[in-house]
């Protein structure tokens, strides 16, 4: 390896399986201290347990790394608190968060209760939220004393929050949500000398096994690029968790098995101006004439 994050302190939530756990061995593989987070519950977010978060640190420490676990939950203000204590109290600083964590419980809209619509909403915007505040006040104190930090925070989209997915309503709009807190937080923490970017991830997880059961198959006995593995993802995730990072704040990227995109959000299309009050009608067929020339939306996952 390179050597790209030696000395850097990075805590990665969600980290004791699937892309998390690609995530924290990648770091750990270029010489970050990590501090894994994972409360160890199951697919949709019940039961717990300490064992997956320190099964990872016990990896990277077996393969000569630092690190140490962290349990707590971080859709709570304590919790998020005593995450970036952690760190701090661990290994002196904080360089890099990689906000992770999440579950599912999907239903179409009209069976989608109220309770599965908040617990998503809690684990992955919430959980994206509080740590990403309580770095930020440490960070901004780092500034404000003299020491500029040199932070990255990587927040962790889905091309679910990107076009939307059926049966996945309340995913859909949180994995949404972290693309807006995204380009807040770009824009209102670059002057700690942190930048913010999301990337839209798609592997093999316990959360997507059945979404991608038909082309998720690992390769055959004997080699062969396994496209939907999730250390596919990580050497993004790694790069822009690093200082060799500079510049590159406010972006959203697509990562898939070989495949890098710069996804491009909304910005203004076709437009008319009146100069004074539509009718409901001039309003209507004046639409109809902007939307013949923009371009088409994307189909949503699940109607293709």
Not at 215 to 235: I, K, Q, R
Request: charged share 20%.
């Amino acid at each position: 390896m390179t050597g790209l994050c030696d000395g850097r302190v990075v805590i990665v939530t969600g980290a004791g399986r699937g892309l998390g756990r690609a995530h924290a061995l990648a770091f750990a593989a270029e010489g970050a201290k990590v501090v894994v987070n994972d409360l160890g519950v199951g697919l949709d977010g019940t039961g717990g347990g300490a064992g997956p978060a320190q099964h990872v640190v016990d990896e990277i420490r077996a393969a000569g790394g630092e690190a140490v676990a962290h349990g707590g939950d971080i859709a709570t203000a304590d919790g998020a608190a005593s995450l970036i204590a952690a760190a701090v109290d661990t290994f002196g600083r904080l360089d890099t968060l990689v906000n992770n964590a999440g579950f599912l419980r999907d239903r179409m809209l009209v069976n989608l209760d109220e309770d599965d619509w908040d617990a998503v909403m809690r684990v992955h915007l919430k959980g994206h939220f509080l740590p990403l505040k309580h770095a930020a006040a440490h960070w901004r104190a780092e500034a404000k004393a003299g020491r500029q930090p040199v932070a990255r925070v990587v927040n962790t989209s889905s091309g679910a929050g990107l076009l939307g997915s059926v049966g996945q309503g309340n995913y859909s709009a949180a994995k949404a949500g972290i693309v807006g807190l995204t380009l807040v937080a770009s824009a209102e923490m670059g002057r700690y000398g942190v930048q913010v970017n999301a990337i839209a991830p798609a592997a093999r997880t316990r959360m997507t096994e059945q979404t991608f059961a038909d082309t998720m198959a690992a390769p055959a006995e004997g080699g062969g690029f396994d496209a939907m593995a999730p250390e596919n993802v990580s050497p993004l995730v790694v790069w822009l968790g690093s200082a060799a990072s500079a510049g590159v704040t406010g972006r959203v990227f697509e990562a898939e098995a070989g495949r890098i995109t710069v996804m491009e959000g909304w910005r203004p299309g076709p437009t008319a101006d009146k100069g004074a009050r539509w009718t409901p009608a001039e309003a209507g067929e004046t639409a109809l004439k902007l939307l013949s020339s923009a371009e088409p939306p994307h189909p949503v996952y699940g109607t293709r």
